[in-house]
């Protein structure tokens, strides 16, 4: 019985200090059971010396994860990939720092947040600002090169040799104080002078000290006299009265400062003062000219439009537009019993007409819906953005000429530039007049940003 109990508390004992020897190991060597997900970010350093697998990786001070892998890049530099916890997540522009605890600590990698309005990092992306710390040997290195520079100079010198270079320091030295000399003599009278001029400034400080002190002057008065010190204090009680009946509510300051009510009205003012002030800042002008080439029938067809934007998400559109075949109108006639008469018309042909455009758009995601007078006919336009706006693919349907069909129009523009666009599209494409044609194009919009800017600039240039 006694001996099966011994083997009992030694079994006991042994389980205890795997145990202990488990914990520490997974403590000590960075291991985690059960953790939490993790992602991959890799970076790219000019050397990884010193750096291992299994180190942390730290924000701030704190480990948010581990080097997972450490492989040669394009056969000069190192390739580091990290295992970082899920919930971090780090701006685009971030910077890894291989750092080192202490003088001679292990090497961990440190990551430096960069913006926070920055795109995050997502899985397997690439930090690309990254920086490896100073390499110890080589700070040795170059400590040594210092040390044996050093030693060159005050080698001679101990030997009692000061050695070329120490001589011609030597000279140097000889020569800047012969010329400090020089300088002193030559300028003695000025020198002379200067010190008079700061004696007398002495004494005159001394004289302007002693009136003050013996009461001469406001100043010398505010200080001694005791009737000046009895009506400042008197002031200052006076002061304090005000305060107190202000921070009591008495008075219309008082009022004003402790009542919630009127606090909040005046809030409520300067809220709505800034909405105004918003509002104003957001309302946008935009200039716009563009010019198609219609390839069938040889014609260039221009359109200035002015867009009115006092919000994001809509804007008023008008202008003009030159159009080569103008406009058709017919007139019918009567006869006596009332009834129109096709064999009484009269028709009419405008060439180059200018025609009117007047639209109302709303803009639904990356949907924009126009409606209005497209070149003074009734219809609707749908605009539809691609490529973060840059790219614009557009429909518009609108009356035509009397008894035809009506005009339809598609094309897709690019902006090249800032204000720059190309088109390419197909105009009046079921005509029944044969007035369907390809037609390329490029155009510009100045907003009003944009116009001051020109302005001021040509306004310079005169």
Excluded: C
């Excluded at 400590?143 to 050093?150: E, H, P, R, T, V």
């Excluded at 918003?278 to 219609?294: C, H």
């Amino acid at each position: 019985m006694y001996k099966s109990s011994t083997e009992i508390k030694v079994g006991l004992f042994m389980l205890a200090a795997i145990g202990i020897f488990v914990w520490m190991a997974v403590r000590l060597g960075g291991f985690s059971i059960g953790s939490a997900d993790t992602y991959q970010l890799s970076t790219v350093f000019p050397t990884a010396a010193g750096l291992k697998r299994g180190v942390a990786v730290e924000v701030a001070g704190i480990q948010v994860g581990t080097v997972i892998r450490i492989e040669l890049y394009d056969d000069q530099q190192a390739l580091v990939t990290m295992a970082i916890q899920d919930g971090i997540r780090l701006p685009q522009d971030s910077t890894a720092f291989i750092r080192a605890s202490g003088v001679l600590g292990d090497k961990y990698v440190e990551l430096v947040p960069g913006h926070p309005t920055e795109e995050k990092l997502a899985d397997n992306d690439m930090i690309m600002n990254a920086k490896a710390s100073a390499d110890m040997s080589e700070l040795f290195e170059k400590l040594g090169g210092i040390a044996d520079d050093i030693k060159k100079i005050t080698g001679p010198m101990a030997e009692g040799n000061t050695g070329s270079d120490i001589q011609e320091l030597v000279a140097n030295l000889k020569a800047v104080s012969q010329r400090l000399d020089t300088l002193v003599a030559d300028n003695e009278s000025g020198l002379k002078e200067t010190l008079v001029n700061l004696n007398e400034s002495m004494s005159n400080l001394r004289e302007i000290t002693d009136k003050i002190a013996s009461g001469q002057g406001t100043l010398g008065q505010l200080i001694n006299d005791d009737g000046a010190m009895r009506e400042i204090r008197s002031a200052l009680s006076s002061i304090q009265g005000i305060a107190g009946k202000i921070n009591d509510g008495e008075g219309t300051l008082g009022r004003l400062v402790n009542d919630e009510t009127t606090i909040d009205k005046i809030d409520q003012a300067l809220t709505g003062i800034n909405n105004y002030l918003e509002k104003e800042d957001k309302f946008k002008v935009f200039v716009e000219y563009r010019a198609d080439y219609l390839t069938r029938h040889d014609y260039l067809k221009s359109t200035v439009n002015v867009r009115l934007q006092p919000a994001p998400d809509r804007y008023y559109l008008l202008g003009v537009t030159g159009d080569y075949f103008g406009s058709y109108s017919r007139t019918d006639y009567k006869n006596k019993e009332g009834h129109t008469v096709r064999t009484s018309t009269k028709e009419k042909w405008e060439r180059n007409k200018l025609k009117f455009n007047a639209q109302i758009a709303r803009r639904f995601y990356d949907v924009v819906i126009r409606g209005g007078l497209i070149e003074s006919g009734a219809g609707f336009g749908v605009d539809y953005y691609l490529d973060d706006d840059n790219l614009k693919l557009t429909f518009e349907m609108f009356s035509g000429d009397f008894d035809h069909n009506p005009h339809l129009r598609a094309e897709a523009s690019y902006n090249i530039w800032k204000i720059f666009y190309v088109s390419l599209g197909y105009d009046d494409f079921i005509s029944d007049q044969h007035r369907a044609s390809p037609f390329v194009g490029f155009g510009f919009a100045f907003s009003d940003d944009d116009l001051k800017y020109l302005l001021s600039g040509a306004s310079s240039i005169l």
